[in-house]
């Protein structure tokens, strides 16, 4: 059972829209701690796609998009390509467990 | 670019002490924390621990019994000891560097390529 809570897998057709949700509590993301978000490509190491709730490092393209509200967090993908296919992790800190927490992640499947 | 390869054993018995090592080049290990990160099938990303460039360590405290990340700045590496290794622990482990944000928590933008382990008898 992972800290942040995902919802397992989503799907969308090409040239939609795609939320991805991530939410957590009083302890992390209700503490007023930032999320990261991460994307896996099939056998690949997980790459940083958003930062520090909505910043995009350099080489992202801006189809993906971050924001945050009270105890939660998400990860908009427009225009979705069939190369977006893949798992999408948030992370931030949590103060209970005194270190940084994933979330179960999300498998995104392009129609 | 700052690049991050790191080998170590990959297939244990239960009670070994998993040891791998990741070495970080193109890049300085000032100013960044340097960690491990786990991945299994059954519990997704689990953060193992850190380090900085001072030694200064933080870990998980469901592994802080077991687990040791130490660094050597002259050999450019940083390395992860677990001991008393079980089924459970088996899993893809990465190395990651850690940007500081401050009060904000860090993200992990430099991964190694993973290693995967598996703990059998």
């Known amino acids: 059972q992972s800290v942040l809570t995902q919802p397992p897998s989503m799907s969308g057709a090409p040239g939609q829209r795609v939320t991805i949700s991530c939410t957590g509590s009083?302890?992390?993301?209700?503490?007023?701690?930032?999320v990261h978000w991460y994307q896996q490509l099939p056998g690949t190491a997980p790459k940083l796609l958003i930062y520090r709730n909505t910043n995009r490092p350099s080489g992202v393209p801006d189809r993906f998009s971050g924001s945050k509200s009270v105890t939660s967090a998400s990860l908009a993908i427009t225009g979705l390509q069939p190369e977006d296919e893949a798992d999408y992790y948030c992370q931030s800190y949590d103060g209970s467990q005194s270190g940084s927490v994933f979330g179960g992640g999300t498998k995104l499947t392009v129609l | 670019q700052v690049q991050l390869q790191q080998w170590g054993a990959g297939l244990l018995k239960p009670s070994e002490t998993l040891s791998l090592t990741c070495i970080v080049s193109?890049?300085?290990?000032?100013?960044?924390?340097w960690n491990w990160i786990r991945q299994s099938p059954g519990k997704g990303l689990e953060w193992i621990g850190e380090i900085n460039h001072s030694g200064s360590t933080n870990y998980n405290p469901s592994l802080k019994n077991r687990v040791t990340i130490s660094l050597d700045t002259t050999k450019n590496h940083f390395s992860l000891k677990l001991t008393s290794m079980n089924g459970a622990d088996a899993a893809v482990y990465y190395c990651a560097r850690g940007r500081d944000w401050g009060s904000s928590p860090r993200d992990f933008d430099n991964w190694g390529q993973g290693t995967l382990v598996s703990v059998s008898s």
């Open positions: 009083s302890s992390n993301i209700g503490a007023g701690y930032d």
């Open positions: 193109g890049g300085s290990f000032s100013g960044y924390y």
